[in-house]
């Protein structure tokens, strides 16, 4: 018991990777809302976003905390090298909004020394440092998913992302 009792009481913050788009009116609205009052960390990935979690935090009182993702080579969500430095500018702009992140995901990890994935956190290193002095404050660098954790350990960065791997079952093609 006495253990427990000196443990630390902290409640680390939920980061949500489905990027926020067209939330100000809706579902989305309600959606976004409770995220924020929870202070969850939301993904956004464009300036119409940004604008509208900010105009959500404001309505609300409250400063909503984003992150963003770099698109390296997954295709499937987040900005260009080419847009990142904007959509940070945008982001600073804002006073009720809070930049908690910057990320990627690879799109192949779990294939054994694919040079794919090596590629996308070269992007993904180079990008945040493209960007770093446009940073007003520390951003947590994320971007080894469940098979990065296993087998690119340069990827773990300041956090990592177990996913499949916290319910067992593996990353994998293979048993």
Known sequence: R??????????LPVYVFRQVENCFL????????QAIRNGWVMQICSAAAADD??????????????QLMLDTGMTRSG???????????????HASLKLMGLCTHFAC????????????????????????PRIKSKV???AANSAAIFLYPQAHLDMVRPGISLYGGGPFART
Do not use: C, M, W, Y
């Not at 979690?53 to 984003?66: E, F, H, L, P, Q």
């Not at 900005?79 to 702009?93: K, P, R, Y």
């Open 26 to 33: 809706g579902r989305q609205r309600s959606l976004s809302d």
């Open 109 to 132: 990890a779990e294939d054994v020394g694919a040079e794919f994935t090596s590629a996308q956190l070269g992007a993904f290193v180079a990008g945040a440092q493209a960007v770093a």
């Open 140 to 142: 947590l660098l994320h």
């Open 53 to 66: 979690v900010a105009r959500i935090a404001t309505s609300i009182g409250k400063r909503a905390a984003v």
């Open 79 to 93: 900005v260009t090298a080419d847009e990142l430095g904007d959509l940070i500018d945008t982001i600073q702009s």
């Open 2 to 11: 006495d253990v427990v009792e000196r443990l630390p009481h902290t409640i």
